[in-house]
């Protein structure tokens, strides 16, 4: 028979004892042939486990694109100009933005080359095909990854929360207050959760990261590997922006007893959400929400500037999309479908209980010459001013 990814998780417990959730959860998502994210099947869409804005509606690659191209405009339109974007998926966002950038006739087209950070080779293939599919005057040039970092603009929608977390729960009997939830086997060799005891430099970096003590039995994630990632986005463009959209909230609030005592984790399949993280590993996208103050910090501490908060909902709305709305309305291409579409993806798009709570962070990178161009609180970029903070 052949082996299953949790046979392959229970002899790595069987090796090494319990695994931390980050591990199970790297596992769960990425493991080659057998993760969550790894398969042909598209997992974001209608027929997958949940709906992203833009597999929903072009609207958020709309205001993206008007985002791009006043940044390129600002920088003094550099040529080329560089699009890196993680846990791109089939394109449906990169294609959103450069559909958007075609009525516009923006120059930006001529300039513009796409980096795919996309960890499934069946979605960079299906990304790749649609680029190719679009009349463009010029077919998009794709660079890889390791390409040399030029002036661009980052974007990581709903990248940031699918990164591997550790879980911790409060126990006032430990040395440290803390527990670690890890992942271990029972007797019947099914996957169990098992408290671990903290070290004193895991302590320290969870204190660090957690500021308050947790309380008794709360539990809260923290997601380190997403640490990393601000000073990784230095070898994607050299000077430009980085624009992260996703769930999140500050780190305060993500903790706070009172409204999150069972912390932010959640498994999806078929659009419903589960607790039940340790089921079926790889057959479900795991996820929590984004510390936003976490993010900020080691944003800073990699030398980006935190340019500005808001919501996805403020982005959309701020983005000067009016020409745009009323050409799916009534320009000569109108159709029925496409306002009902449209109305529908807006009253999810800018419902702050919904996708529009999504938080929307700007960060600038290069020269304070390059961030000041970016940050002018005057003249702020299209979808960058009004800070509409998300409700839930
Ligand atoms: C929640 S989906 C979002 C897809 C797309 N951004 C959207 O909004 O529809 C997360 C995407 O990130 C990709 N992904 C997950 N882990 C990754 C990693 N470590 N490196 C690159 N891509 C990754 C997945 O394959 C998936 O396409």
Request: hydrophobic share 45%; with cysteine; glycine share 10%.
């Amino acid at each position: 028979m052949e082996e299953t990814l949790v046979d392959r998780i229970r002899a790595e417990i069987g090796e090494r004892g319990p695994i931390s959730f980050a591990r199970f959860m790297e596992r769960a998502l990425t493991e080659p042939g057998l993760g969550y994210y790894m398969g042909p099947r598209a997992r974001a869409g209608r027929e997958g486990d949940f709906i992203t804005a833009p597999e929903m509606h072009g609207i958020l690659g709309s205001a993206l694109a008007r985002l791009i191209a006043h940044t390129w405009e600002r920088l003094d339109r550099p040529e080329p100009f560089r699009y890196p974007e993680y846990g791109a998926g089939s394109g449906a966002l990169v294609c959103a933005i450069v559909d958007q950038l075609v009525r516009d006739a923006s120059p930006l087209l001529e300039a513009l080359e796409i980096q795919p950070i996309e960890i499934n080779a069946n979605r960079r293939e299906e990304l790749t095909a649609a680029l190719r599919d679009r009349a463009l005057r010029r077919p998009m040039n794709i660079v890889p990854v390791d390409a040399t970092p030029i002036a661009g603009v980052v974007v990581a929608n709903e990248y940031l929360d699918a990164l591997p977390f550790h879980i911790f729960v409060g126990r006032a009997a430990t040395a440290h207050g803390l527990a670690e939830r890890r992942v271990g086997v029972n007797a019947h060799g099914a996957l169990e959760w098992v408290e671990a005891p903290l070290n004193e430099s895991e302590a320290e970096r969870v204190r660090q990261r957690f500021g308050a003590p947790l309380a008794e039995g709360q539990r809260a994630e923290a997601c380190f590997a997403a640490d990393a990632w601000p000073r990784e986005l230095t070898q994607r463009i050299s000077h430009g922006l980085a624009v992260v959209i996703d769930y999140g909230r500050e780190g305060a609030e993500l903790r706070d007893p009172t409204i999150r005592a069972a912390g932010t984790a959640l498994a999806y399949q078929g659009h419903r959400a589960t607790d039940n993280l340790l089921a079926d590993p790889g057959g479900r996208d795991l996820t929590a929400h984004v510390d936003l103050t976490a993010l900020r910090a080691a944003a800073t501490a990699s030398g980006l500037t935190p340019i500005a908060s808001t919501s996805q909902a403020a982005l959309i709305a701020g983005a000067g999309l009016d020409d745009e709305i009323e050409r799916i309305r009534r320009g000569p291409e109108a159709t029925l479908e496409g306002a009902i579409a449209l109305r529908s993806a807006l009253a999810r798009l800018m419902n702050p209980r919904s996708l529009g709570g999504f938080a929307v962070e700007l960060f600038g990178l290069g020269s304070a010459e390059h961030v000041s161009r970016l940050s002018d609180a005057s003249n702020p970029l299209p979808g960058a001013a009004a800070p509409i903070r998300p409700l839930v």
